[in-house]
């Protein structure tokens, strides 16, 4: 990976990792320091960890150092 000047982050998920327990995952990010994405709206409705569980497998997202949305995503 390199640096690109004038880098606009993604808007949309560029990359989402399965995981077997979206949970754990999630307390592991956290506990690194890392800030899932809490979205507050009816289409990603999230809770206050930021998984979302309605509408699919459980899945929380959350930026990399760029900027851009990734995600886990429950197998």
């Not at 993604?10 to 990359?15: D, I, Q």
């Not at 956290?30 to 960890?49: L, N």
Request: proline share 9%; net charge negative.
């Amino acid at each position: 990976m390199y640096g690109k000047p004038h880098h606009v982050p993604a808007s949309f998920t560029v990359l989402n990792f399965p995981v077997a327990d979206v949970e754990a995952a999630v307390d592991d990010l956290r506990s690194r320091g890392v800030e899932t994405k809490i979205y507050d709206d009816a289409d990603f409705p999230t809770d206050p960890r930021g998984i979302m569980r309605e509408g699919g497998p459980l899945i929380a997202w959350f930026r990399d150092p760029a900027g851009n949305v990734l995600a886990v995503l429950e197998e």
